[in-house]
Structure formats: structure tokens, C-alpha cells
């Protein structure tokens, strides 16, 4: 799953994340939680991230630097495995390959990130304030358009549009 999401543009509720955690729950299902988004959100519920509600779901998480950072295309990420019961043992090992034989983000941008976490809280907050009234134009003009029904963003980068009548 990727919450907030691309491309909804949605930022799910504790209560919608608890239950999809319940059906991982009863089918024995992991989940890769996409949280690339992590914060990016203008609803009244706030962002919660997966693994903090408590649960035997193994959960993996992806963030990285591309969005909340808005520097996409510097490809420097990170996943965490969240492994209740060891059922990743495999999963960890295979990470840990693929991180010695592929080249991913190159070194500059790993040497600065020390750094770069310390971004102030005020940065990520003009950040989302600048997304929310972007978005409220995108839904306010687009939304004038005959046949087009913007959903309201919550949150991410994206809106989606619905076509509600025939344009003849
Ligand atoms: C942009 C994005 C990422 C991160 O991509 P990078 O390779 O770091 O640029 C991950 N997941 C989703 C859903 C995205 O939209």
C-alpha cells in the first residue's frame, strides 16, 4: 500500500489502516507500506505511519528523500523492516545482497544526509501548506469544467478526476 497516496491523493484514517492490517492479519499477508509520502497531508486526521499501530503484521516500509524533500530523481531511500516474528529473516538477508551488488543513490547525497535529516519541522510545513492551496485551485478550476469532478486531495502530490457525464 502507498499512504498518502499516488495517485489518489488520499491519506487513510488509523481506523481504515487497522482494518487492512486485519486482513493481512487473517490471510498472512505482509505488507510493503510505501510511506514516501509520510506527512504530506492537510486532513484533520493526521498521517499515522503503519507500523505504529500495534499488530504481528510483518511490515516493511519504504521513505526516501524524492518527495518530502522535493528532490525526485536523487534516488535516495531507505526501507525498514518492521519483523514481529522473524518472518522477514529471508527478506533482510536479500536486502542486504542487493545493497552490496547494485549501485543505487550515489555518494554525495548518502555523505549529506546527516545533514539533510536535520531539515527544520518549518520547511516540511511550508511545503504541505503550498500543496494544500495548490491543490484547492486544481479542484476549484478543474472542477469547473463541465463533466469533470475533482476529488478532494488530502494529501501526496495528485488529484483524482472523475468524468460524470457524457460530453456529447
Ligand atoms: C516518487 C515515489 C517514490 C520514490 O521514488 P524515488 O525513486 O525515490 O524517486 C516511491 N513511491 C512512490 C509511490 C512514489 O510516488
Redesign the pocket.
Known amino acids: 500500500m ?1 499512504n498518502p ?2 495517485p489518489c491523493g488520499s491519506n487513510f484514517t488509523r481506523k481504515h489502516l487497522e482494518d487492512i492490517l486485519d486482513v493481512a492479519a487473517r490471510n498472512y499477508l505482509p505488507i510493503i507500506a ?1 510511506e ?2 509520510a506527512g504530506m497531508n492537510w486532513t484533520e486526521h493526521p498521517f499515522t505511519p503503519l507500523y505504529e499501530i500495534p499488530s504481528k503484521v510483518p511490515i516493511l516500509t ?1 521513505g ?4 518530502r524533500w522535493l528532490v ?6 531507505w526501507v525498514v523492516l518492521h519483523d514481529r516474528d522473524g518472518a522477514f529473516k529471508e527478506v533482510r538477508r536479500g536486502i542486504g545482497n542487493l545493497t552490496q551488488t547494485q549501485l543505487h543513490p550515489n555518494t554525495l547525497f548518502q555523505a549529506a544526509l546527516p545533514k539533510i535529516f536535520k531539515t527544520p519541522q518549518s520547511f516540511f510545513d511550508g511545503v504541505v501548506k503550498e500543496l494544500q492551496k495548490n491543490a484547492q485551485v486544481v479542484k476549484e478550476e478543474l472542477g469547473k469544467a463541465p463533466g469533470l469532478k475533482v476529488v478532494e486531495p488530502q494529501g ?2 495528485y488529484a483524482m478526476v472523475s468524468l460524470v457525464q457524457k460530453l456529447n
Do not use: F
Open positions: 502507498n497516496s499516488n510505501d514516501i509520502y519504504i526516501g528523500l524524492a518527495k525526485p530523481g536523487w534516488r535516495v531511500g501526496a502530490l
